[in-house]
């Protein structure tokens, strides 16, 4: 970079489109079984709709990486903007569970193209100084909308059904299109120049994971752990909560208070990993999940459950933007979209797969024994990154970026 780079320059351009879409999906997340109900559903397959997302965004990582390489980081988001856009009204107006189920499923393409896009172009803009505070507020960004989505969608909820909720979506995507196609094309000179000064060829995936599939195997594993760590959390504490005998509004007390503490940490995680290094984050992510999921199955109590709760969410929270800024560290040059798209599938795989690993666990022992088997892989997952972190360290670097064989 020639010019100095300013998070406070690009924030409209950069992180614009994801705050838009972002609060679409956080209007829309709670209801999609509600929508699939009120459309003839039973309560076993409404709880299904609510995975197509989740396993549409799992698919098309890798999709994603190749289509923000083809088009262009600004061209990219507009497209999703649009398309996102249309996938809502399509829902909102949906007929049947069919086209319900297409519409929701359409969704998850356009949330990794989003999110790829934005990471490509931080990755290639933000010196290595600055990496960390760009992805986790980036990161951050996208949980604000999360938690404003379902308060602008409440009283549209209540006043026209959950299908409403919807037209937020609607309206955050066309806003994300137009914010994208009317601001700089910010990545247009960041063409991924080589070492040598020319323009970086195109890379398949394949060849991506073949020349980087040392920090794939190694730093990846991590990756996955912390995304395991992270969903788990969500399954098992209000699992947890009604053995005890908690009620549903205690349960979403606790998740309130925790996501309160997350949304705070964001930014100053990204400037502990800027300025100390990833391990100074990395390591307390872990072994705070870690030691919550091993100590929950020891509380009786609303105090008690809320308190490793709130601990849980302060590891979470310091990890917002961690598994971004490990893999913009680790992208090549030459195939930086598709990499990364292949690391956001790594990181999906932990994610999708924790709610199979605790459902696995609790039903050959018990919903305790799940929370501190997982609890055990986090921990391992954190003496993982303590091993490999330092070795793709940027700071140790002379030269290129990401590891390869």
């Known amino acids: 970079m020639t010019e100095e780079f300013s998070l406070r320059r690009v924030a409209v351009p950069a992180f614009g489109p994801t705050a838009a879409w972002s609060v679409g999906m956080g209007a829309t997340l709670p209801v999609i079984a509600l929508s699939a109900r009120d459309l003839g559903a039973t309560v076993p397959v409404a709880a299904l709709f609510v995975g197509i997302t989740t396993v549409s965004e799992l698919v098309s990582a890798v999709p994603a990486g190749v289509l923000v390489d083809r088009l262009g980081e600004r061209r990219a988001l507009v497209l ?11 829902a909102m107006l949906a007929p049947s569970l069919w086209v319900f189920a297409l519409a929701v499923a359409l969704s998850g393409p356009t949330g990794a193209v989003f999110l790829l896009a934005r990471q490509s172009y931080l990755t290639a803009a933000a010196p290595q100084s600055m990496r960390a505070r760009a992805m986790s507020t980036l990161g951050g960004i996208g949980r604000v909308g999360l938690f404003v989505g379902p308060l602008l969608g409440a009283p549209v909820v209540g006043h026209w059904g959950p ?6 979506a609607v309206v955050g995507g066309l806003l994300a299109a ?13 063409a991924a120049p080589t070492p040598e000064g020319g323009p970086a060829a195109r890379v398949g995936v394949l060849e991506v994971v073949r020349r980087h599939r040392a920090v794939l195997l190694t730093v990846g594993v991590g990756v996955l752990a912390i995304g395991l760590a992270r969903s788990s959390r969500v399954v098992v504490v209000p699992l947890w909560a009604e053995h005890v005998g908690l009620s549903a509004a205690q349960t ?22 800027d300025r100390r290094g990833r391990v100074w984050v990395a390591l307390p992510v872990t072994v705070l999940l870690g030691l919550g999921l091993l100590v929950l199955p020891l509380t009786t109590s609303l105090v008690a459950v809320g308190a490793v709760a709130v601990v849980m969410g302060v590891g979470n929270g310091l990890g917002s933007g961690i598994v971004m800024t490990l893999g913009a560290d680790a992208a090549p040059v030459e195939g930086r979209a598709p990499f990364l798209g292949v690391w956001r599938l790594l990181s999906l795989v932990g994610h999708n797969g924790a709610s199979l690993v605790v459902g696995a666990l609790a039903a050959v022992a018990s919903i305790g024994a799940a929370s501190v088997a997982v ?6 997952g954190g003496a993982w990154l303590l091993r490999w972190l330092p070795v793709y360290d940027p700071r140790r670097r002379t030269s290129g970026v990401g590891g390869s064989d």
């Open 375 to 380: 609890g055990v892989l986090t921990l391992a």
């Open 252 to 273: 979403s007390l606790v998740f309130g208070a925790a996501g309160l503490v997350e949304v705070l940490l964001f930014y100053p995680a990204g400037s502990l990993m």
């Open 178 to 190: 137009a914010v994208a196609a009317a601001s700089p094309d910010l990545g247009a000179h960041l």
């Open 163 to 168: 299908q409403a909720a919807f037209g937020i």
């Open 80 to 90: 999703a903007g649009v398309a996102d856009a249309a996938a809502a009204l399509l």
